[in-house]
């Protein structure tokens, strides 16, 4: 397929990765970024796309479960998310390399977002026998983790990170304790009791990532720990890096925003796992993020009807946020009063690093991966204003502000609200 020249003009340019902000001019050839501000020689656009009153960012970079490929990879760019780490626990699990190269050959036929698969660490997810971590990585894995299954044996894990460090292969663990958290739906606080519901403690976050954190020490391995969800897992993780360790985190957008009050009257679109926490929770979040602690990721994970009409206990937990992430992201942002371009580079560069992936930057000679979104345009979340297969979000029915106009992934328009 030809890859058109483009210019997107009189747009306010902001590479969050080398502080780059103007109002710039950016001219995209062989699908790459060839100049911003000044064409370069001999540059015909054959396509213009007029960012006049918009900003133009590198796409966003997320992580994301991806259960209808097609439909949430649409989803994702109408979002801006131009590339997505798919996390291991698929139908059947990201255990064997043909697996992994299915899902990049299918992922790339589709033309939409990049998809980066993340292996499986145990066979099956079973947390007893080590993946063949060598063969997936060549298949096409930038990490590996155990998605939400358990290790119970920590000398598994600790034998994973040795042999993860001596390849310099990335892990990624959800942090949480199983025993400590079974059986609990919610926080453990005066909501759950309030409503009669079991509760997951802090403690088990806090001990799940103090044992991460000790076998990363040990083993000098590179860990990510996803999704934190509480002020003292946050403080931890802050510490490890002020010692040199190798640690880095994200924290999901609806943990920035809600609250375990969010629950309301049983609401089970405010069933998350992590469980929303209290208000001080929220708040360390949102500064950890402020600081650059932690990354920000849309937690994605859609769930159909019949998977939240149940009683609280019983219903999946879970929210859509490919298409919320940018709009929360700016709103965290307003109220934190962090800049745009520090916001930006929280789900943008932030994440491409953490990855170990080629994005997340709007530079010249880089691929012309481009977010183009008005960060004024008011919209209301609602059922048709989503792409994603399910509609699961505690946020139907707000009042947003910031929408993607268009999206490129390798020079190409994928995404085009007009």
Not at 17 to 31: M, T, Y
Not at 41 to 47: I, R, S
Not at 110 to 127: C, D, E, K
Not at 278 to 289: E, N, P, T, V, Y
């Amino acid at each position: 397929m030809h890859e058109q020249n483009i210019q997107i003009k009189n747009g306010r340019v902001i590479d969050p990765k080398s502080g780059f902000d103007a109002l710039a001019d950016v001219f995209i050839s062989a699908g790459r970024v060839a100049g911003i501000g000044e064409a370069p020689a001999g540059f015909t656009a054959e396509q213009t796309i007029d960012a006049s009153g918009l900003v133009v960012c590198p796409g966003l970079i997320d992580s994301s479960r991806l259960p209808g490929l097609e439909t949430e990879l649409s989803a994702a760019v109408a979002g801006g998310v131009t590339a997505l780490s798919c996390p291991p626990d698929t139908k059947p699990p990201l255990d064997e390399p043909g697996l992994v190269e299915r899902l990049v050959r299918r992922a790339e036929s589709l033309g939409l977002a990049r998809v980066y698969p993340v292996g499986a660490l145990t066979m099956q997810l079973a947390g007893e026998k080590l993946s063949e971590m060598n063969h997936l990585s060549r298949a096409g894995c930038i990490a590996f983790s155990q998605a939400k299954q358990p290790v119970f044996d920590t000398q598994v894990l600790l034998r994973a990170m040795q042999y993860a460090a001596t390849f310099d292969y990335p892990i990624r663990l959800n942090p949480q304790d199983h025993y400590l958290a079974r059986d609990g739906v919610a926080h453990d606080g005066e909501v759950a009791s309030r409503l009669g519901l079991s509760g997951i403690p802090v403690c088990a976050e806090t001990v799940a990532i103090s044992t991460a954190l000790q076998l990363a020490q040990e083993t000098g391995v590179r860990l990510h720990l996803s999704r934190l969800s509480s002020a003292a897992g946050i403080e931890l993780v802050r510490e490890a890096q002020q010692r040199g360790i190798k640690v880095t985190c994200d924290v999901s957008i609806n943990h920035l925003h809600l609250t375990d009050n969010d629950i309301g009257y049983f609401d089970t679109h405010a069933c998350f796992d992590p469980p929303l926490r209290s208000g001080r929770d929220r708040d360390a979040l949102r500064k950890a993020a402020a600081e650059g602690v932690a990354a920000i990721c849309s937690d994605h994970t859609p769930v159909d009807e019949d998977g939240k009409q149940l009683p609280f206990g019983e219903a999946k937990p879970g929210a859509i946020g490919l298409e919320l992430l940018l709009p929360l992201t700016l709103k965290w942002a307003e109220e934190e009063d962090v800049p745009l371009a520090t916001a930006l580079a929280r789900i943008s560069c932030d994440p491409a690093v953490i990855l170990g992936i080629e994005a997340g930057e709007l530079a010249v000679g880089r691929p012309a991966d481009v977010c183009v979104f008005d960060p004024a345009e008011p919209w209301r979340v609602v059922p048709t204003a989503l792409r994603s297969q399910c509609k699961n979000t505690p946020f139907m029915g707000y009042e947003m502000t910031g929408r993607v106009r268009t999206t490129l992934v390798g020079g190409r328009v994928v995404f085009d609200a007009a």
